[in-house]
C-alpha cells in the first residue's frame, strides 16, 4: 500500500481535457507546437497526439510541458493538485534521484535491487516515492549500500546521495 505521505501520480487519473488544456494554454502564449515540443523535449508529433487526446502524456512528460509553459503542473491535470502539493513536499524523497541515477548508468531496476540487497518491487516504489525504505540510513538523507553507488558508478553512499538530492 502506496505511503499516504507521498505522492502517487497515475496517468489513468488524467481527465479527458489535459490535451486540451495544454493546446490552450500554447496557444495563449503564442507559441508553435513544434516550440513547445522542443522546449519541452519531445517530439511534435507526440504533442500533437497528446493535444488531440489520442495520447496521455507521462508524468515526466506533462512535467515537462507545464515548465515550458511556465504554468504550474496543477493547471494542466487538476486532479492531480493534492499529489502535486506532496511532491513538493517531499522534494528531499531521493526516490526520483536515484531513477535518474540508476537510468544515466544504464543499469537494470533488477541489477540495481540486487546490488542494495532489496526486490526490485522495493526498489521500484522508492523511486516513486512510494515508500521510504531500508535504502536510507537513519539520517533519512543518506543511502547506507555502497554496492548500489559502485553499481551506479558513484565513489560513495555520500556522491550518490548528494547527486540524488539535486534531482528536484
Not at 507521498?6 to 513544434?34: E, M, T, W, Y
Not at 542494495?116 to 521510504?132: C, N, Y
Not at 554496492?147 to 546521495?161: E, G, N, Q
Request: hydrophobic share 40%; proline share 4%; glycine share 6%.
Amino acid at each position: 500500500m502506496p505511503n499516504k505521505h507521498l505522492p502517487h501520480f497515475a496517468r489513468r487519473q488524467l481527465d479527458d481535457d489535459v490535451g486540451r488544456r495544454i493546446r490552450d494554454a500554447r496557444v495563449l502564449q503564442g507559441k508553435s507546437r513544434n516550440d513547445l515540443a522542443a522546449a519541452a523535449g519531445i517530439k511534435p508529433r507526440t504533442l500533437a497526439r497528446i493535444e488531440r487526446g489520442d495520447q496521455t502524456p507521462r508524468v515526466e512528460t506533462l512535467r515537462a510541458i507545464a515548465a515550458a509553459l511556465e504554468v504550474p503542473l496543477e493547471s494542466l491535470a487538476a486532479n492531480w493538485t493534492d499529489d502535486e502539493r506532496r511532491r513538493r513536499d517531499n522534494s528531499d524523497h531521493l526516490g526520483p534521484g536515484l531513477r535518474q541515477a540508476r537510468l544515466k548508468a544504464g543499469v537494470t531496476l533488477a541489477n540495481a535491487a540486487a546490488a542494495a540487497g532489496v526486490s526490485p518491487t522495493t526498489l521500484s516504489r522508492f523511486e516513486r516515492m512510494q515508500t521510504d525504505s531500508l535504502l536510507i540510513s537513519t539520517d533519512g538523507v543518506t543511502f547506507q549500500s555502497d554496492a548500489l553507488a559502485h553499481a551506479l558508478k558513484f565513489r560513495s553512499c555520500d556522491d550518490l546521495s548528494a547527486a540524488c538530492a539535486d534531482f528536484y
